[in-house]
């Protein structure tokens, strides 16, 4: 298994523009992240999802559109990158434990994250 | 929602030596507290985690206690080695049931620390 998956490594975006970063991986996680990373901040949850078809926003949703049309793939989308998006992105996946009230999910799964610049 | 608090920020030892990084939370309702490793370019990878129902988890090396009273828990990594330098990041994880009965989560992390082993 390749695990999760992200392109691009790196990017860098004027002010304004718009771009997509992209998401998939092979476990068949029914759950996926988007987190953001930034110095001394620790990891901030941007959106999730439960599952195809579902999302829901986190922490820090402004600024960011995501969409989950296969159990694969979870795209993150900046319609208007401002600088303060400039950051690293890591995407996510885990099972959940179903049944169980006092369950957690599985361990997360990270990809090796984008590096986004916005100037 | 839940407040991860993790010191130290920076963190530098000489190799054979223990490291100590301790960690808070804020929500009595978290159960599940995972810490991650995270390598120069790479995404963060779950290296040990312990749930609320023990106080102590050992794997070789690595330990992790937890103090549910005091909503505290701590990583101890005994006889350091360079290759153990990295950003350790702590994470909290709160339980949220959704009507169909299916429990998830979303992990809120502390800010990390920089782990530094000299040799």
């Known amino acids: 298994n390749a695990g999760v998956t992200q392109t691009p490594k790196f990017r860098i975006l004027k002010i304004g523009q718009s771009m997509t970063l992209q998401c998939t991986q092979d476990?068949?996680?029914?759950?996926m992240y988007w987190y953001r990373q930034d110095p001394g901040m620790g990891l901030k949850l941007i959106y999730y999802s439960v599952g195809a078809g579902i999302t829901d926003k986190g922490e820090v949703p402004n600024g960011y559109n995501v969409s989950r049309s296969t159990t694969e793939d979870f795209p993150l989308r900046l319609e208007l990158a401002a600088p303060s998006q400039t950051s690293v992105y890591f995407c996510?996946?885990?099972?959940?434990?179903?049944?169980?009230?006092?369950?957690?999910?599985?361990?997360?799964?990270f990809g090796n994250g984008t590096r986004l610049t916005v100037t | 929602g839940e407040n991860v608090e993790q010191h130290p920020s920076t963190l530098s030892v000489q190799e054979g030596d223990s490291a100590v990084i301790k960690c808070t939370y804020s929500d009595s309702a978290s159960n599940y507290f995972p810490w991650y490793k995270q390598e120069l370019g790479k995404g963060p990878q779950l290296i040990i985690d312990?749930?609320?129902?023990?106080g102590e988890k050992k794997d070789q090396r690595i330990a992790v206690t937890l103090n549910k009273t005091a909503k505290h828990f701590s990583l101890h990594i005994t006889e350091t080695q360079p290759e153990d330098s990295a950003v350790y990041f702590c994470?909290?994880?709160?339980?949220?049931?959704?009507?169909?009965?299916?429990?998830?989560?979303?992990?809120?992390f502390g800010q990390g620390t920089i782990l530094t082993v000299h040799p």
């Open positions: 994470a909290a994880h709160p339980i949220t049931t959704n009507a169909g009965g299916t429990s998830y989560g979303k992990l809120t």
């Open positions: 312990i749930r609320s129902n023990v």
């Open positions: 996510a996946s885990s099972y959940p434990n179903r049944g169980r009230s006092n369950a957690s999910n599985s361990p997360l799964h």
């Open positions: 476990m068949n996680h029914n759950y």
